[in-house]
């Protein structure tokens, strides 16, 4: 059974694109999903950050006396 295409792809004229990224683990015709934060493959479950690096955070825990 196929899966529907729907939103893979854009039209303007005579001109076909694509709207989502190709995963770059699997190759072409293998998309990514795209998320609020992220985009994944459902297939090989690569996923990669749409947004800058999280900021590191200090670890949680009582304050050093000194």
Known sequence: MAKARVGLYSTK???????????????????????????SCGHCGYSESKGPPAAAKPPKGPKPSG
């Open 13 to 39: 004229g005579d001109t076909l694109t694509r709207t989502h990224k190709f995963c770059p683990k699997c190759g072409s015709g293998t998309f990514l999903a795209e998320h609020a934060d992220r985009r």
